[in-house]
């Protein structure tokens, strides 16, 4: 198991509860924009945040992570299909699917093995679509903190790939032309609790965390508090969302 799935398979729960949900116009785009709705693969599924509003629009959803304690979690999965599996190696027949979503996990393996197996995957005129979201943003007295957090005391901790989503995705390099998507991003209203829960589930925390035997945020929380304004109260956060789309097959 690479470290990536280790990291995330760690905090299933967590990451489970706390990591935002993506917005439903993007996957009526998504069931759209294939050439039939037959069946999905979500690779890197983690907790199905992406493999659930798929199977809104298609017949069958397939659901693929490397790490075997993200598809424990028993939520959610209805008429999924979860089984895991090495993103570049597949146990899938070629020419099997309309559509293949990778979800904030594309940069951990963008590599030319891993695109020539959504190649093989997918039907003729099979749509591939990944997408990334980096540092929330909040207002002018709070985004400053996360900034402090992210690049300065994180500085170091965040695996390799990561700066891929800090250049949303432009990047990469993909062997076929990109698709310009809408402007989609994500939205929510949560509760101070439930923010810092989040950043808990970062990477980057994670491993600062295993190397100094501490949690990072903890010494945030102060500045993180007085920034929020009253804790008792939701906040407004979004994500804009960045991505790789096209028709990777003749």
């Not at 990944?130 to 207002?139: G, H, K, V």
């Not at 005391?153 to 250049?167: F, H, I, Q």
């Not at 402007?183 to 101070?192: D, G, M, R």
């Amino acid at each position: 198991m690479s470290e990536i799935a280790r990291l995330f398979g760690a905090r299933a729960g967590a990451y489970a509860s706390f990591r935002p949900e993506y917005p439903s116009a993007l996957f009526a785009w998504l069931a759209a924009n294939s050439p039939s709705r037959q069946r999905a693969l979500d690779i890197a599924c983690g907790n199905g945040q992406a493999s659930r509003p798929l199977s809104e629009h298609f017949d069958q959803v397939l659901a693929s992570d490397a790490s075997h304690e993200q598809l424990r979690m028993e939520d959610g999965w209805d008429g999924i299909e979860r089984f895991a599996a090495d993103a570049e190696s597949l146990p899938l027949p070629s020419g099997s699917l309309d559509l293949i979503v990778v979800a904030q996990a594309l940069h951990w393996f963008a590599t030319p093995r891993f695109f020539a197996e959504v190649k093989r995957l997918l039907k003729p005129r099979g749509l591939f679509c990944a997408w990334c979201y980096s540092l929330l943003r909040i207002d002018e007295a709070f985004d400053p903190v996360i900034d402090q957090l992210y690049g300065d005391t994180l500085k170091g901790y965040w695996p390799k790939g990561r700066e891929s989503v800090d250049a949303g995705y432009r990047d990469l390099s993909v062997p076929f032309s990109r698709l310009d998507l809408p402007p989609f991003a994500i939205e929510v209203e949560w509760s101070f609790e439930h923010f810092v829960g989040y950043l808990r589930t970062w990477s980057a925390v994670q491993r600062w965390e295993r190397e100094h035997g501490k949690d990072p945020v903890i010494d945030y929380l102060p500045a993180l508090r007085q920034a929020w304004g009253d804790v008792t109260a939701p906040q407004f956060i979004r994500w804009p969302l960045h991505f790789v789309a096209g028709y990777p097959t003749p």
